[in-house]
T-cell receptor, first 108, second 111 residues
Framework: DAKTTQPPSMDCAEGRAANLPCNHSTISGNEYVYWYRQIHSQGPQYIIH???NNETNEMASLIITEDRKSSTLILPHATLRDTAVYYCIVRVTDKLIFGTGTRLQVFP | DAGVTQSPTHLIKTRGQHVTLRCSPI?????VSWYQQVLGQGPQFIFQYYEKEERGRGNFPDRFSARQFPNYSSELNVNALLLGDSALYLC??????????FGSGTRLTVV
């Protein structure tokens, strides 16, 4: 069973920040949150992951609430190529539990 | 460096047949996982292998089996194919930094 809940779709204007929310209220203390995206049924592409602290890399930032029950993926300057399905995932031992994802549409 | 390689890329099989899908992990990665993605849904975990041993199994029937070879490549086998087995089958390899890299998948169509 999925451990994450995401809105099914979101829109974002090109050049603006895209903020994708995720609820994972049943997450356990040692379970990581991962974000992947998938374009046109290609293999999922890794974006970022974290446990407790906020994380940032060249692609995105991950903000995790203090109680760890929710997180937000931030794409700081969305481009048309960021249009994809974004999955918020909880890693349970060595398996990734995917939800249904958010379809992000970036428009000009 | 080559990423995760899966073969074949596309496959059409008839109900009742058997299929073998193959995966080569990133060099140095000892763990391989398999996922099934039905159209419109997120990937679902099938198996995980590490150092040739099964470390995890998802909620799939016994018709699904897998193995990992000494070079860490892996095969996923599905027997007695059903129409509902039509899906994108994804392989992911991981090393020691908790990162999982997915291949492009094998698109299986059962007719």
């Amino acid at each position: 069973d999925a451990k994450t809940t995401q809105p099914p779709s979101m829109d974002c204007a090109e050049g603006r920040a895209a903020n994708l929310p995720c609820n994972h209220s049943t997450i356990s203390g040692n379970e990581y949150v991962y974000w992947y995206r998938q374009i046109h049924s290609q293999g999922p592409q890794y974006i970022i992951h974290g446990l407790k602290n906020n994380e940032t890399n060249e692609m995105a930032s991950l903000i995790i609430t203090e109680d760890r029950k929710s997180s937000t993926l931030i794409l700081p300057h969305a481009t048309l190529r960021d249009t994809a399905v974004y999955y918020c995932i909880v890693r349970v031992t060595d398996k990734l539990i995917f939800g249904t994802g958010t379809r992000l549409q970036v428009f000009p | 460096d080559a990423g995760v390689t899966q073969s074949p890329t596309h496959l059409i099989k008839t109900r009742g047949q058997h299929v073998t899908l193959r995966c080569s992990p990133i060099s140095g990665h000892k763990s391989v996982s398999w996922y099934q993605q039905v159209l419109g849904q997120g990937p679902q975990f099938i198996f995980q292998y590490y150092e040739k041993e099964e470390r995890g199994r998802g909620n799939f029937p016994d018709r699904f089996s897998a193995r990992q070879f000494p070079n860490y490549s892996s095969e996923l086998n599905v027997n007695a194919l059903l129409l509902g087995d039509s899906a994108l089958y994804l392989c992911a390899s991981s090393g020691t930094n908790y990162g999982y890299t997915f291949g492009s998948g094998t698109r299986l169509t059962v007719v």
